[in-house]
């Protein structure tokens, strides 16, 4: 059995930290500098190597190069691969050349070995990139999700977020909280300040002080200049620790000294530094099972969870499901220039059945990999077949029974008549508001061809509020407006 890794990257840095972190995962590891030795590699070592990680940018051959190359004599190998870059439209390139995965560098570890262990198990791969391109500093009005746990989250983080205090956002890996926390920065005084990132769980153990806080020219053996840590990067700004629980017990006493006192000293430094830091802080840990076990000190707990948040798993926000998997599929059409642009009723109820493990990230993956891979304008059944075969129960996919809603017809030239007429049946009933509102959707998006900006605005209503009601009645910006390109064409 192929038990190698392939590691190709011009970075010598770059190919020792993966080296170390896959093996330290159990992989054997053998490295290339460039794309024409990493085909040398395969040709030398072929039988060994069960996956490739790949480096997208290299100076004598690109990543794309080299995968484009090795796919003809390796069809089915797979490839990881790696960019510093986060877009969306280089993520689709990667996936269309036959990438298999693709991480945004630095890869987290724990991310890296679960798109390694993914993708040679066959199970396909993380596709970080989609989530790390959600946009940072989106409003919360913007947010999608209109599940009652989730909206209550939402309020109390917005209100949270206009004052100077630390807040902390728990809940399962792939909920949301990177994106949550940018609302909060963009809804906050510091807005035009920096939001400094750091994911406490991918920097090792011997080096979170000199990340935090900084260090000195000659502190430490390979310290050959001075370094400013996140916390003065972050000044007068917003300072995101991702996966706090994750943080050793050192480093958390240095941590509370310096959210008490507002002052850092750097490793190696003399004397302190004053800095003006908001702390917004995210784990998917249960840190009071944490604290009374002893791996987080309380007192830190406390100071960094003034007001604490709790995300929702979207298994229990399933009435969610349907607007973000419009939302993600629309945003790929528009970033990623694939034609898919919709998803039918049937395909809706799959992904609404299905219980997400990964959450939302998992999702946002899912909808990517089946957008990347999709010829069509419209994401089905067929598009799916790791969430059909995953969920591992039968799904009635049956439509609805229903006729169609017949066309309102004018009885006369008055006005009224005519409204009254447009909400009556032809037994001459009301008919009820789910269906008018349907049916006034479905004309706004023909009358805008699907400008789904414009056709929010025209209704009065939030982009999420209406990518919410599209998931609710099975349409897509394409309905309607199929009907006014035929009748132009016709005329």
């Not at 794309?64 to 069809?75: A, G, H």
């Not at 007068?236 to 310096?258: H, M, N, S, W, Y």
């Not at 830190?300 to 399933?318: A, E, F, N, Q, W």
Request: glycine share 10%; proline share 6%; hydrophobic share 40%.
């Amino acid at each position: 059995m192929a038990n190698h890794v392939l590691i190709v990257d011009d970075e010598p840095g770059q190919r020792r930290l993966v080296r170390l972190i896959a093996e330290k995962n159990g992989y054997q590891v053998l490295e290339a500098d460039s794309g024409i030795s990493g085909l040398d590699q395969l040709t030398e070592h072929g039988d060994e190597i069960g996956a490739v990680i790949l480096d997208h940018s290299m100076p004598d051959m690109s990543g794309l190069d080299m995968l484009r190359r090795l796919r003809i004599d390796r069809p089915h190998l797979p490839v990881v691969m790696l960019t510093a870059h986060s877009s969306v439209r280089i993520a689709v390139e990667a996936m269309q050349a036959g990438a298999t995965d693709f991480l945004i560098k630095p890869a987290k570890p724990d991310k890296l070995i679960a798109s390694l262990n993914a993708v040679i198990a066959g199970a396909g791969g993380e596709l970080q990139p989609l989530s790390e391109k959600l946009p940072m500093h989106v409003a919360f009005e913007n947010i999608v999700g209109d599940a009652p746990a989730f909206q209550a989250a939402l309020e109390i983080a917005s209100k949270a977020a206009k004052r100077n205090v630390p807040i902390l956002i728990e809940g399962e890996s792939g909920t949301g909280k990177e994106v949550i926390a940018g609302a909060i920065h963009a809804a906050s005084p510091r807005a035009d300040k920096p939001l400094v990132i750091v994911n406490c769980g991918a920097i090792p153990v011997n080096l979170v002080e000199s990340v935090l806080f900084g260090h000195e020219k000659g502190a430490f053996t390979g310290a050959t200049a001075k370094h400013i840590g996140r916390f003065e990067e972050a000044d007068g700004g917003t300072l995101f620790l991702d996966e706090i629980g994750e943080l050793p017990l050192e480093a958390q006493v240095k941590l509370l000294r310096a959210l008490q006192t507002g002052q850092i000293e750097p490793v190696g430094g003399r004397g302190h530094r004053k800095v003006d830091v908001r702390i917004v802080a995210a784990t998917n840990r249960d840190l009071k099972l944490e604290v009374a076990e002893g791996r987080f000190r309380e007192d830190l707990y406390y100071r960094l969870g003034v007001v604490p948040l709790t995300i929702p798993p979207l298994r229990d926000r399933r009435t969610d499901i349907p607007a973000l998997a419009l939302h993600f599929t629309s945003q790929l059409h528009e970033e990623g220039d694939i034609p898919a642009h919709g998803i039918d009723q049937n395909a809706l109820r799959l992904l609404t059945a299905y219980d997400w493990p990964g959450n939302v990230r998992q999702l946002q993956n899912a909808i990517f990999r089946a957008g990347v891979l999709c010829d069509g304008e419209v994401l089905t059944l067929q598009d799916f077949p790791e969430i059909s075969r995953q969920s591992g129960r039968v799904i009635s996919l049956r439509e609805e029974p229903g006729a169609p809603m017949p066309a309102p017809t004018p009885t006369s030239g008055d006005g009224n008549a005519e409204r009254a007429h447009f909400a009556l049946t032809p037994g001459g009933h009301v008919r009820s508001l789910a269906e008018i509102e349907e049916e006034h959707i479905r004309l706004a998006l023909k009358h805008y061809r699907g400008r789904m900006s414009e056709v929010a605005r025209r209704l009065g209503i939030g982009r999420s509020t209406l990518y919410r009601k599209l998931g609710e009645y099975a349409l897509d910006e394409s309905d309607g407006a199929e009907d006014a390109q035929r009748k132009e064409g016709a005329a």
